[in-house]
């Protein structure tokens, strides 16, 4: 079965640039406070309990959920100008992330009512942190060949088995996990598969580091023995989870978040460069923030298709392959345009040191939420290429 591949032509509303000046105002109370630090290559992957709290008493998380579960009931655009700003404004937003973008929806379509009531409340007040739980080790981002096993037992679920690269496991009150609880079928490789809410505490849980080139630490790899999940911590469908965990990639990969997460580059060349910058420099800027306003509107239209309840599965793949990509390739980008540059005159230490920084995780970048192979065989089928 084939997919037309449609970005719905969409312009922010006016109400989103109004939040959009709210924003930066605490942005800049913040900064002025030194809790976000603009200047430093590192803020979005930080992690602050005292910020995502003033996130969420802004009403700026669970922002497009119902009121009752501590939502605000605002559109899929108002959360995308929110977003936008604060990866931006390298804010540290670690903690909240994930919980918000994707692991919020997926309770509020899944789990039973009364797990709704207590968690999704705390995520709004930006107290709770969610690691997902994909990847496994030897079948990397395809998500099918998972053979960490969940087997039944009185009253629930005994996990066995290991995760790889999952960020933020370490701090993570839940983890959302797929796991395999029957074996695939002939006709059906993807059936057998399972999503679960596992709290972290759980005893038969251990968390292994796994560090960056950088030295940083949000990778992990997670092994379960024996870990014991209730019977309803389990989300949705038994055996059919890969309906589920499809869409829930389309809030992962489709977001600002896949093509800003080295723009302290661009910012950085802009000053390297100057007001007046050579006929090479002048070309060379214009094609990254031609690049980067289109990689914006593709993500735009893709909010705009989720807030219209579609679900853009292939929409998001494309913003997420052709997003990381990009980001990953403009250090290297920025490094010959900055090559002729006087360091004395443009003071370019700090570019330097951020292009540095940006170098050594580039790699990451094509990792989390799906290799750029995994996304591009799920385009390919939805064209009926393959």
Known sequence: MTAAIQFDQLRLPPECEKLRAEVRAFIAEETEAGIIKPSGATGGDSFSREFSRKVGAKGWLGMTWPKKYG?????????????EELRVANAPTRL???????????????????IKMKVLPAICR??????????????????????????KADGGWLINGTKIWTSNAHQADYMIGLFRTSAPTKENRRHGLTQFLVDMKTKGITCNPVYQITGHHDFNEV???????????????????????????????SGPERFLETYYVLEELVRVLGPDPDVR???????????????????????GMLHAGKEPVLEAAIVKDVGTIWEQRLPHRAR????????????????????????????????????TEVLRGIIARGLGLR
């Not at 070309?283 to 893709?302: D, F, I, N």
Request: with cysteine; hydrophobic share 40%.
């Open 126 to 151: 930006g107290e709770c942190c969610f690691a997902i739980g994909m990847s496994e080790p030897n079948s990397g981002s395809d998500l099918f060949a998972a053979r960490t096993r969940a087997t």
């Open 336 to 371: 010959e345009l900055a090559a002729f540059s006087e360091p004395e005159a443009t003071n370019q230490v700090p570019f330097d040191k951020k292009l540095a920084y940006a170098t050594t995780i580039a790699p990451k970048l094509t990792i989390q939420g799906g290799t």
């Open 96 to 114: 909240h992330f994930v919980a918000d973008r994707q692991s919020g929806p997926i309770l509020l379509k899944y789990a039973p009512e009364h």
């Open 223 to 253: 092994v379960f023995e024996n870990a014991f999940v209730p019977d309803d911590h389990v989300l949705g469908e038994i055996d059919g989870a890969w309906k589920q965990a499809t869409s829930e990639l389309a809030y992962e990969r």
């Open 281 to 303: 420099g002048a070309e060379g800027l214009g094609r990254l923030v031609a690049q980067l306003h289109t990689l914006r509107r593709m993500s735009v239209s893709v909010a």
């Open 71 to 83: 939502g605000h009931e605002r559109t899929f655009l108002e959360r995308y100008v929110v977003t």
